[in-house]
C-alpha cells in the first residue's frame, strides 16, 4: 500500500502483550511486526504448518501512519523484530530508499526468487547500489471502488468519462448519498485522489515526465499536476465528497463505504477489506479505473508493487528471517497474501484468481494502461510528507494548487 505519515499511534494487535520485540526468545521464534493482520496472518499459519518446530510472534497494527511511527520508533531503539513490513521505493519513511540508506535492511541479494522479479520490481526493493532488500509480496492499484448493492440501488453506473463522474456525484446528492468517501483525517488518504487522477493527467500523457524531473529539467507547477490538483478541488466543490473530509479518518471513510452511505471511494485495492469487514452479508465490492478526462481511451490506472517485507539489518534470528521471506515469495504464500488482503500477487502464482476489485488493475497493467505510483520514483519521503500536509491545507482552502506544487518543487530540488 501507499505510506501514511501523519497519524496517531493506534492501538497494538497482537499475540504480545507489548509494542515492541526486545524480548528474545528461543532459537526457534521469530518475530514479525506488520500493518494489516488477516494477509499476515494467514501466511503466517501456512509457514508454522509447513516448518513444524517454528513459531511466528506476530504484533500488528491496523493503520498504516501508526504503523509507521511504530517501526520507526523500534528501528531507533533497536527493538525492531526480525521481519517487518516495508513499502517499495521511495515513498514514505518506512520504504526501501530511506531504510536502506540508513542501513537498516539486511541484503536478500542470492535469493532463490530473485529471478522472478521483473526490472521494475527489482528497482523499487533494490538499495542505491542496486543490491536487493526487500521481497515484493503484492501488486495493488489505485482506482473507485464501489459498493455493488448501493450503487445498483440508486440505479446509476459507474462513470467512464471526467462529466460522468460529476454527474454520479450530484445524482447521488440528489438521493441522498456520498458519492465518493474521503477520510482525509489520515492524511495518507488524501494523496489517493491526486494519484488516480494524475496517472491519466500526467503520467500517461507524458511518459518522460518522471525521469525529466529527475534530470531537473520538468517540475510540479508548470506541468499537469496543477490540473491535476484543481481537479481534485473541483471534485469537492461538486459535492463528490462527504462534508469535512479533514475531519473524517480512514476507519469512518470505509465504513461510509460497507455500510452505503457512500457509493464508493477512491482507493489502493486492499482497502476494499476495510469496507468488507462494514459491510452486510452478500454486499460485494468492484473497482473501476477513475476518469480523469472525457476520453475513456485516455484513462490510466495506477499500479505498482503494494505491500513488501524485509528482513532486519539486525536480527536476532537472521536465517529464520531469511526462511520465512523464502517461504513469503513460493507461489502458495503469494496467492494466500494477495487474497486476503484483496491485491495480487507481485510473484507469479497460478493459484491466485482475478476478482473484480484486482482484475481491472491487472487488466490495465497487461493493457498497457497503467503508471506507477508518482511518489516510489521521487527522491525522497519529505516531498509527499509535504504534500499530505499542503492536500488538508487545499482541501481547507488555506493553500492554492500552485502554493502547494511550488513548495513540493522546492522539497524535491533540495532532495534530488
Keep these: 500500500m501507499v505510506t501514511s505519515i501523519a497519524a496517531v499511534l493506534a492501538t497494538v494487535i497482537g499475540t504480545a502483550s507489548c509494542s515492541t520485540m526486545d524480548t528474545v526468545e528461543g532459537d526457534n521464534v521469530l518475530t514479525l511486526v506488520a ?56 515513498g514514505g519513511s518506512v520504504s526501501v530508499g530511506a531504510l536502506s540508506e540508513q542501513g537498516l535492511l539486511s541484503p536478500l541479494t542470492g535469493a532463490p526468487w530473485e529471478k522472478k522479479l521483473t526490472e521494475g520490481q527489482r528497482t523499487v526493493s533494490a538499495d542505491a547500489d542496486g543490491n536487493l532488500v526487500a521481497l515484493p509480496v503484492t501488486i495493488g492499484g489505485i482506482g473507485a471502488i464501489w459498493n455493488d448493492q448501493a450503487l445498483a440501488d440508486t440505479g446509476l453506473t459507474k462513470p467512464t468519462t471526467w462529466s460522468e463522474l460529476l454527474k454520479l456525484c450530484a445524482d447521488a446528492r440528489r438521493q441522498g448519498k456520498v458519492a465518493l468517501a ?20 500526467v503520467y500517461g500523457r507524458d511518459p518522460g515526465f518522471a525521469e525529466r524531473q529527475q534530470q531537473g529539467r520538468a517540475d510540479f507547477q508548470d506541468s499537469a499536476w496543477r490540473q491535476t490538483l484543481n481537479k481534485y478541488l473541483s471534485l469537492r466543490d461538486h459535492d463528490c465528497f462527504n462534508d469535512s473530509p479533514n475531519g473524517t479518518g480512514y476507519d469512518e471513510q470505509m465504513a461510509m463505504v460497507g455500510t452505503g452511505k457512500a457509493l464508493g471511494a477512491v482507493h489502493v485495492t486492499q482497502a476494499v477489506g476495510a469496507a468488507k469487514e462494514k459491510a452486510t452479508k452478500g454486499t460485494t465490492f468492484s473497482l473501476s479505473p477513475l476518469p480523469a478526462t472525457d476520453d475513456p481511451g485516455q484513462t490510466r490506472v495506477p499500479v505498482a508493487v503494494g505491500i513488501s517485507y524485509a528482513v532486519n539489518a539486525k536480527a536476532h534470528r537472521p536465517e529464520l528471517a531469511r526462511k520465512f521471506i523464502d517461504f513469503l515469495a513460493t507461489e502458495q504464500a503469494q496467492a494466500t497474501y494477495a487474497k486476503v488482503s484483496g491485491n495480487a500477487p507481485a510473484l507469479p502464482s497460478p493459484d491466485f484468481k482475478e476478482d473484480a476489485v484486482s482484475g481491472p488493475v491487472l487488466a490495465a497493467q497487461r493493457d498497457g494502461r497503467s503508471t506507477g505510483y508518482p511518489d516510489q520514483s521521487w527522491p525522497s519521503p519529505k516531498i509527499q ?29 533540495r532532495t534530488r
Excluded: C, H
Excluded at 485522489?193 to 493527467?201: D, K, N, Q, T
Excluded at 510528507?385 to 530540488?413: F, H, K, P, T
Design 35 to 90: 500493518s494489516g493482520e488477516d494477509p499476515a496472518r494467514a501466511v503466517i499459519a501456512e509457514f508454522e504448518k509447513a516448518n513444524p518446530g517454528i513459531r511466528v510472534r506476530a504484533v500488528f497494527t491496523e493503520d498504516d501512519g501508526a504503523y509507521s511511527q511504530q517501526i520507526r520508533t523500534q528501528l531507533a531503539a533497536g527493538t525492531a523484530p526480525d521481519v517487518f513490513r516495508i513499502w517499495p521505493g521511495n
Design 182 to 201: 474521503l477520510g482525509q483525517k489520515d492524511s495518507w488518504v488524501g494523496q489517493l485522489v491526486p494519484y488516480a487522477l494524475s496517472a491519466s493527467l
Design 385 to 413: 510528507q509535504e504534500m499530505l500536509i499542503g492536500l488538508q491545507e487545499l482541501m481547507s482552502g488555506a493553500v492554492d494548487s500552485g502554493d502547494l506544487l511550488r513548495r513540493m518543487d522546492d522539497v524535491y530540488r
